[in-house]
């Protein structure tokens, strides 16, 4: 149904910038609210950033909030994360994940976690001197 694949990925010392993109296969990618989420080696699986379908309504989380800045080409089917000013607490593997449907108030990350029904292979960001 939707087949998405992340890249932009690497190392980059602190400071620096990376533009990570979403590519959407299968599916008319304009139909799905999009997540960022990343995990760290030994921690949880946290939010980083979402768009809903429109683009009209980008959320972000606090440790992100000004550094970076998702945005998204429905005629590409491709939904971006620039990311600047990366620190070393930054380093992840940066997953992008769909929901079939509208956002809903109150949710950080647009949808309840659980409701990301369609999931990417992820893309490693290092930040590291």
């Known amino acids: 149904q939707l087949q998405l694949v992340e890249s932009g990925g690497g190392l980059v010392q602190p400071g620096g910038s990376l533009r990570l993109s979403c590519a959407a296969s299968?599916?008319?990618?304009?139909?799905?609210?999009i997540g960022w989420f990343r995990q760290a080696p030994g921690k949880e699986r946290e939010g980083v950033s979402c768009i809903s379908r429109s683009g009209s309504t980008p959320n972000y989380s606090d440790s992100v909030k000004g550094r970076f800045t998702i945005s998204r080409d429905n005629a590409k089917k491709t939904v971006y994360l620039q990311m600047k000013d990366l620190k070393p607490e930054d380093t992840a593997i940066y997953y992008c994940?769909?929901?079939?449907?509208?956002?809903?108030?109150?949710?950080?990350?647009?949808?309840?976690?659980?409701?990301?029904?369609?999931w990417g292979q992820g893309t490693q960001v290092t930040v590291s001197a």
């Open positions: 299968g599916s008319a990618m304009a139909y799905y609210t």
């Open positions: 994940a769909g929901h079939f449907g509208p956002t809903f108030q109150g949710h950080a990350m647009c949808v309840m976690d659980a409701d990301y029904g369609y």
